[in-house]
């Protein structure tokens, strides 16, 4: 039997999927989308998103930039698809696909998701000094820039740990399936990717954002196991934080872009494409 979850599309072709202890994980047929409507669970994670927000702004507005960070999520995501899920008796773990990962598997994603980082960087470089970003998105940055070791801790505790999870299960594990189950694989992609983007409210980040919205979720679609667009996310930010926390203030205020060499973007982006078509191969082979 072969270590990954083999994915079952809307239509029933194939097998179910299965996992290596031999339960099968949620497909888009089951779970939360197969027994509650559709309609009705995307307002529910509307509902999260607004909460989210809404704490956010509550705790930076009053100058608790680190609470900001870490907590929004824990509440307004992580503890209601967790209360839903109980709701209907469905194991947490299973009905977001959080089982273990599969170290092959790990490995491509982690191969896919470091070189991303110099393409997404070179993109979202071009359109900074197209559009350079506005005075409030400047000053959130120079508020979360770390300033000593302790600070760095508590920023990459909410934009590596808290943010990355809380965010993937909300877009890929709840939303994606939502849409999986009405629409095509494809189309449900790239769709949770363009929401994933719209939900930053930055119109210079957008098309990066977008972009990497869409690469979590085909990892969450060849997959069907969460930790692996967890896994994508975190290192993106991780690297976001490190060349925060490296760049001067000045070069912030500037926005002074410095764009990688076109070899290494081309080089990355052959890495990636490779990493990504041997996730293919795997997904087909599970399905054979």
């Keep these: 039997m072969p270590d990954e979850a083999r994915d079952t599309d809307r239509n029933g072709e194939g097998d179910p999927p299965r ?7 949620r497909s888009p047929e089951s779970g939360l989308p197969g027994r509650m409507n559709n ?3 995307l307002v529910y994670a509307g509902a999260c998103l607004l909460m989210n927000y809404s704490i956010a702004g509550m705790f930076y507005l009053r100058g608790m930039m680190y609470l900001s960070l870490i907590l929004p999520g824990v509440f307004s995501i992580l503890i209601p698809l967790y209360l839903l899920s109980r709701r209907f008796s469905l194991g947490f ?3 977001f696909g ?6 092959k598997t790990a490995l491509a994603v982690l191969a896919a998701s470091v ?3 110099l393409p997404i960087e070179a993109f979202s470089g071009i359109i900074e000094r197209m559009r350079p970003p506005d005075a409030d998105y400047i000053s959130f940055l120079l508020s979360i820039k770390p300033k000593d070791p302790v600070s760095f801790a508590l920023v990459a505790l909410g934009v590596v740990i808290a943010g990355p999870f809380t965010e993937e299960l909300l877009f890929r594990g709840f939303v994606q399936r939502i849409l999986a189950r009405n629409m095509s694989g494809v189309l449900a992609v790239a769709l949770s990717g363009a929401l994933f983007g719209l939900s930053h409210f ?8 977008v972009a990497l919205g869409a690469l979590y979720g085909y990892l969450y679609h060849a997959t069907r196991r969460l930790w692996y667009p967890v896994l994508a996310h975190a290192l993106f930010n991780f690297s976001s934080l490190l060349r925060l926390h490296a760049a001067t ?11 990688p060499s076109l070899p290494w973007i081309l080089l990355s982006l052959a890495v990636c494409a ?15």
């Design 19 to 25: 996992l290596p202890n031999g339960h099968e994980p």
């Design 98 to 103: 959080l089982e273990p990962p599969a170290a």
């Design 202 to 209: 930055n119109i210079m980040i957008l098309p990066g954002v």
């Design 274 to 288: 490779a990493s990504l078509a041997f996730l293919a191969r795997m997904r087909r082979a599970d399905r054979a």
């Design 249 to 259: 203030e000045e070069e912030i205020v500037s926005a002074r872009v410095a764009l």
């Design 115 to 117: 070189s991303c980082i």
């Design 39 to 41: 309609y009705l669970l």
């Design 93 to 95: 773990v299973r009905e």
